[in-house]
């Protein structure tokens, strides 16, 4: 179905959301998906596009990636998705775990493209690399995922031959894309303290504030894996706030920017 008219005259955030799963598994169908797309729906006043990407090990790198810049492009390309103020699609990416991985990719892509993100959410993204960190150790099978299974995901999703320094899983490491220079969109990043992989997670806002990029990172020490899918914990409603004040944010430097251009124009 395609609508002619913008969804409202006010300035609407459409939420590019790409859930998690290692690559391999969930899909946009999933329930807990489903319910944290509609939760965002309510709590942002946003649109939100959740993408069905294609998946490993039938559907290896870099195919998730091309999956989620087509999305990108169709969302930003949809005159009903414009708010009549500026005529612009007002696109945030979201994404979990491997889903968070593809929104830094999706964003690279869009920088290089012209088309602009204003806010990047990735929560408990899926990075990696060679080297094994305290956290992998630490954390190696006591909270739902061990580094066996990171592996293996990594080894279905990579190019063949390839190993886990490939920018794809390590964007800031020996093979990443310098993002010095770059407008790459704002980022908050959440960090699960229990999550095994949290000095990849740690690594990479540390690299984003090395490139002089805007990262704002929540690290939340006794919160586990997937903690923001389901309302039964405390972490939860931090999550759910940090995300609303985020987007917020945003918004309302969007519309003093409109404002002051509206105002440069009488003059």
């Known amino acids: 179905m395609e609508l002619e008219k913008p969804v409202t005259g006010d300035i609407v955030p459409v939420i590019l959301f790409f859930h998690g799963g290692s690559f391999a598994h969930s899909s946009a169908n999933s329930a807990i998906y489903d319910t944290l797309c509609r939760r965002l729906v309510g709590m942002c006043k946003a649109v939100v596009v959740s993408v069905n990407y294609r998946r490993a090990p039938e559907n290896p790198y870099p195919c998730a990636y091309d999956d989620g810049w087509a999305a990108l492009k169709w969302v930003n390309s949809r005159p009903w998705l414009k708010s009549e103020e500026d ?132 690290y939340l020490d006794k919160a586990t894996i997937g903690f923001y899918l389901l309302p039964n914990n405390d972490h939860f409603y931090t999550v759910m706030d940090e995300i609303s004040n985020f987007m917020l944010k945003m918004i309302s430097l969007e519309r003093l920017a409109m404002e002051t251009n509206a105002k440069i124009g009488l003059f």
């Open 87 to 218: 005529s612009k699609v007002h696109i945030y990416m979201v994404g979990d775990s491997s889903g968070g991985n593809i929104v830094h990719n999706v964003a690279l892509k869009a920088v290089e493209s012209g088309i602009e993100v204003l806010g990047n959410i990735l929560l408990n993204p899926m990075f990696g690399g060679q080297e094994r960190t305290e956290s992998e150790k630490r954390l190696d099978g006591k909270y739902f995922v061990t580094i066996q299974d990171r592996d293996w995901y990594w080894r279905a999703f990579l190019p063949e031959g390839e190993d886990r320094d490939h920018a794809a899983c390590n964007p800031f490491g020996p093979n990443g894309k310098s993002l010095v220079g770059m407008k790459f969109p704002k980022s908050l990043v959440v960090v699960a303290g229990l999550d095994l992989v949290q000095d990849w997670q740690l690594a990479y806002v540390e690299g984003l504030k090395k490139a002089g990029q805007e990262v704002k990172h929540l």
